[in-house]
C-alpha cells in the first residue's frame, strides 16, 4: 500500500492559487493517485486522480512528478467554499479500491 | 439521481443496544463501503463489498456486521453498541474500471453511543 505525506495545514488568499503538496514516495507503478476534499462534516468528494501524467478537470489541476514520488493539486482561482480537508491518496491493489485515508491538509482560503 | 444516501442521519443509543445503518445508491454500482471517521481523523475502512452477497472485512471491522442482500443496499448492523462506536459513519459506491475506482459518498450518518 502506498502512504502520502501532507502538510497539517495552509492558507490561501481568495482569486490566488492554491497548491497542495503530497509525498508518496512508496506508490508503485500501476498505483493511481486520488484527491479527495471534505468540506465541513459532509461526505468526502472526489476531485482528480492520476498516474503519471498531469490531470486536469473543472475543478482543479493535478502535477505528478516524473518519478511519480509527489504530486500537487491546484486550484487555480481558490474561493471561500474551497475551504475544506484535502486527501491525498494512493490506493491499495486488488479486487477493490480500498481507500486510505491520512489526516488530510486543511486548507484555509481567507478573504 | 439521489446518489449515495444514508438512513438515518443522526442517532443516539445506549450501550449495549443494537441498530442497523441502511446505505442506498441509485448509480447501479458493483462496490460499496462503509467507513468510520472520529474526530480530528481521516477515514477508516469498516467493511467493504465488491457485489451483491459477498463482503469482505476492512481495516476495523470488530463489533460491525454487513450484508449486501441487494445490490443497491448496504447495511451496517451494530449488535451490541459500546462507547467506542461514537462516529461518524460513510458509505461509499463506485463502479470499478480499467483505470480508475471513483468513490462516491454519502452525507454520513452521526451515532453517538453513551
Known amino acids: 500500500d502506498a502512504k502520502t505525506t501532507q502538510p497539517p495545514s495552509m492558507d490561501c488568499a481568495e482569486g490566488r492559487a492554491a497548491n497542495l503538496p503530497c509525498n508518496h514516495s512508496?506508490?508503485?507503478?500501476?498505483?493511481?493517485v486520488y484527491w479527495y476534499r471534505q468540506i465541513h462534516s459532509q461526505g468526502p468528494q472526489y476531485i482528480i486522480h492520476g498516474l503519471k501524467n498531469n490531470e486536469t478537470n473543472e475543478m482543479a489541476s493535478l502535477i505528478i512528478t516524473e518519478d511519480r514520488k509527489s504530486s500537487t493539486l491546484i486550484l487555480p482561482h481558490a474561493t471561500l467554499r474551497d475551504t475544506a480537508v484535502y486527501y491525498c491518496?494512493?490506493?491499495?491493489?486488488?479486487?477493490?479500491?480500498?481507500?486510505?485515508f491520512g489526516t488530510g491538509t486543511r486548507l484555509q482560503v481567507t478573504l | 439521481n439521489a446518489g449515495v444516501t444514508q438512513t438515518p442521519k443522526f442517532r443516539v443509543l445506549k450501550t449495549g443496544q443494537s441498530m442497523t445503518l441502511l446505505c442506498a445508491q441509485d448509480m447501479n454500482h458493483e462496490y460499496m463501503y462503509w467507513y468510520r471517521q472520529d474526530p480530528g481523523m481521516g477515514l477508516r475502512l469498516i467493511h467493504y463489498?465488491?457485489?451483491?452477497?459477498?463482503?469482505a472485512k476492512g481495516e476495523v471491522p470488530d463489533g460491525y456486521n454487513v450484508s449486501r442482500l441487494k445490490k443497491q443496499n448496504f447495511l451496517l448492523g451494530l449488535e451490541s453498541a459500546a462507547p467506542s462506536q461514537t462516529s461518524v459513519y460513510f458509505c461509499a459506491s463506485s463502479y470499478p474500471g480499467l483505470k480508475s475506482d471513483t468513490q462516491y459518498f454519502g452525507p454520513g450518518t452521526r451515532l453517538t453511543v453513551l
Open positions: 491518496i494512493g490506493p491499495t491493489t486488488g479486487t477493490a479500491s480500498k481507500l486510505t
Open positions: 512508496t506508490i508503485s507503478g500501476n498505483e493511481y
Open positions: 463489498s465488491v457485489g451483491e452477497g459477498t463482503t
